[in-house]
């Protein structure tokens, strides 16, 4: 349940968007403005790790704590926008992906209310999945611009975590799984590849990239692993703007 928070609430089914859902409004003063010309490129998925959405909500209208999302999708289904998509919300911090950071003026974030051990609901799985289809359409973005917020912070952030069903939004169009393949650069130039950043060192990608795509694996690294990471490299490359790589050939393909 989404609990009355403060601020203006009021129910504005399409407001905004071309979903056929409806939308709940609660403002966050938590935003600013794009980058000069910066369009919206990815989309990053989070959970809140708190109680419920509501207090979620509450959080990230919270001046003091100078944080917020664009979208709370609750374990009911219940979608809320916090931050207008032409802003730029303040849900991202430090990171990178493709090769470039200030990920929060080139993405929409979505907060997903999940304690992180918990499964997602139904309910919540099928909002997203309206969301991120109307989202994609709109900004004329591909299914690999949808990462997780592990994916661009793989140092310090886990979310959305080992429970979150990504093969379900890939199987819907809405983001990427790969056919394992051979690797010819190996498994940290793969990840480059596919889009992750530099900083973090392998043992960080590669507990990310479980998180993601091989959620049950446990234990050292293994040629499965590569395989998968190759899959991605090949068949998702990154490039420095998402868009372009729809006009661009791959250098791996
Ligand atoms: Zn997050």
Known sequence: MVSP?????????????????????????????????????????????????????????????????????????????????????????DGEWAGRGDINSRSIGIELDNDGASPFSDELMAALETLLADILARHDLPPKAVIGHS?????????????????????????????????????????????????AGETQILEAFRQRFRPDATGPFCVADEAMMAGLARQFPANVSTRATRRIPSRLS
């Open 5 to 93: 928070v403060a601020g203006i609430r009021h129910r504005s089914a399409t407001h905004g968007t071309g979903a056929d859902m409806d939308i709940a409004d609660c403002p966050s003063p938590n935003f600013g403005d794009r980058r000069t010309g910066q369009a919206v490129e990815l989309v990053v998925l989070h959970y809140t790790a708190m109680s419920d959405a509501g207090a979620a909500i509450e959080r990230l209208c919270d001046p003091e704590c100078e944080v917020s999302a664009h979208y709370v999708i609750g374990q009911d289904g219940a979608v809320t926008r916090l931050v207008a998509e032409e802003h730029r919300a303040w849900h991202a911090g």
């Open 151 to 199: 994916d661009m912070a793989p140092s310090r952030k886990q979310d959305p975590g080992r429970r979150f069903d990504w093969q379900r939004l890939a199987a819907a169009g809405l983001s990427v799984w790969p056919e394992p393949a051979m690797t010819v650069s190996g498994f940290l130039k793969d990840a480059a590849h596919f889009g992750y950043g530099s900083e």
